[in-house]
Nanobody, 123 residues
Framework: QEQLVESGGGQVQAGDSLRLSCVAS????????MGWSRQAPGKEREFVAA????????YYADSVKGRFTISRDIGKSTVYLQMNSLKSEDAAVYYC????????????????WGQGTQVTVSS
């Protein structure tokens, strides 16, 4: 069973930046599409960003487009989410996801999920 472990969450002020990391334990996951979703208290989990196995294509939710950047280090089986100009509405638990299908990552139906890392944004 493959594992996804997120890190990098924390408490920041509005306008600050933060970078999240997700490490996959299995080398085979380097062939998977990966991405991030988030869930705030009382809200549904929502898709944030996705990236293809090669890193050639990325896709973002409209709410974060232009502020967040997803990237990956294939050799280290790691995906990153650089978050800039953070807003209060960005506060949530961020979950890393992986699946053979890019469409599954975007749809939030990935076969593998991390346990999440908390991002808190203060004003």
């Amino acid at each position: 069973q493959e594992q996804l472990v997120e890190s990098g969450g924390g408490q920041v002020q509005a306008g600050d930046s933060l970078r999240l990391s997700c490490v996959a334990s299995g080398r085979t996951l380097s062939n998977y599409a990966m991405g991030w979703s988030r869930q705030a208290p009382g809200k549904e989990r929502e898709f944030v960003a996705a990236i293809t196995p090669s890193g050639a294509w990325t896709y973002y939710a409209d709410s974060v487009k232009g502020r967040f950047t997803i990237s990956r280090d294939i050799g280290k089986s790691t995906v990153y989410l650089q978050m800039n100009s953070l807003k209060s509405e960005d506060a949530a638990v961020y979950y890393c996801a992986a699946d053979r299908l890019f469409s599954a990552v975007v749809a939030g139906t990935s076969g593998s999920w991390g346990q999440g890392t908390q991002v808190t944004v203060s004003s």
